[in-house]
């Protein structure tokens, strides 16, 4: 169970989000919706437990998150299964041959992650996610460079983890063909107002 109680959060000193109270339970899926800017990944990264709540409170079970953020996080010269069976002991998860398989990676196992395109690097670090055997994922634009038979992949590999007892927190702007899930959109919990100006937004 993941529960925000008040929540507020920051990013670089300036309140970003505030009064968000909600709670999502196991085999839920939650999606977080908003414009560029309005603190998806600053939400992410507080409930991650990257940065502490500017006011309110974030609990979650100790343990219990895998995080994919922008980057994928992969060792460039280390294959595809070598970077999964890395997590899959930092982890103390599952063997790595289903978290291939789910993310059609069987027949790239063994290229070196600098070598894979965009997309299947992208799929090697979502598949990170299965070998952590952690029950609450959080997913920062998840499916940035799938094409939309991996978006699929993907969408398959959030439902089989809810199905399982797990939970998802997912930052897209795209449909991910996940009806059941809960959609939040975060417009109205914005502290402040980001001006259009590209230069007052790139230093806030
Ligand atoms: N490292 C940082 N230091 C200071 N401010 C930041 C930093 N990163 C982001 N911000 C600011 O925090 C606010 C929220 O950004 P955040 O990345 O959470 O939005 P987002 O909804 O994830 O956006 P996007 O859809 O573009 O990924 C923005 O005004 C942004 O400019």
Redesign the pocket.
């Known amino acids: 169970m993941l529960s925000l109680e008040n929540l507020a959060?920051a990013?670089?000193?300036?309140t970003?989000?505030r009064g968000l109270t909600l709670t999502v339970g196991p085999g839920q899926a939650l999606i977080?919706r908003?414009?560029?800017?309005?603190?998806?990944?600053?939400?992410?990264?507080t409930l991650a437990g990257l940065q502490a709540p500017a006011e309110g409170t974030c609990d979650l079970p100790p343990d219990s998150v895998a995080y994919a953020a922008?980057a994928d996080g992969l060792k460039a010269t280390l294959t595809a299964a070598e970077n999964l069976e890395f997590w899959a002991r930092i982890y103390g998860g599952p063997a790595i041959d289903h978290a291939l398989a789910a993310l059609d990676l069987t027949g790239l196992s063994r290229r070196r992650a600098g070598e894979l395109s965009a997309g299947q690097k992208r799929r090697l670090g979502l598949a990170r996610l299965l070998v952590t055997g952690r029950p609450i994922w959080l997913l920062?634009?998840p499916t940035v460079s799938l094409d939309t038979a991996s978006v699929a992949l993907f969408t398959s590999a959030v439902r089989r983890h809810l199905a399982g007892g797990g939970l998802a927190v997912i930052?897209t702007?795209i449909d991910l063909g996940l009806p059941e899930a809960r959609v939040l959109d975060?417009d109205p919990y914005r502290a402040r107002v980001?001006q259009s100006s590209g230069f007052d937004?790139?230093?806030?």
């Open positions: 959060a990013r670089g000193g300036v970003v989000l977080l908003g414009p560029n800017g309005s603190g998806k990944t600053t939400l992410l990264r922008h920062d634009e930052a702007h975060l980001i937004e790139a230093f806030t």
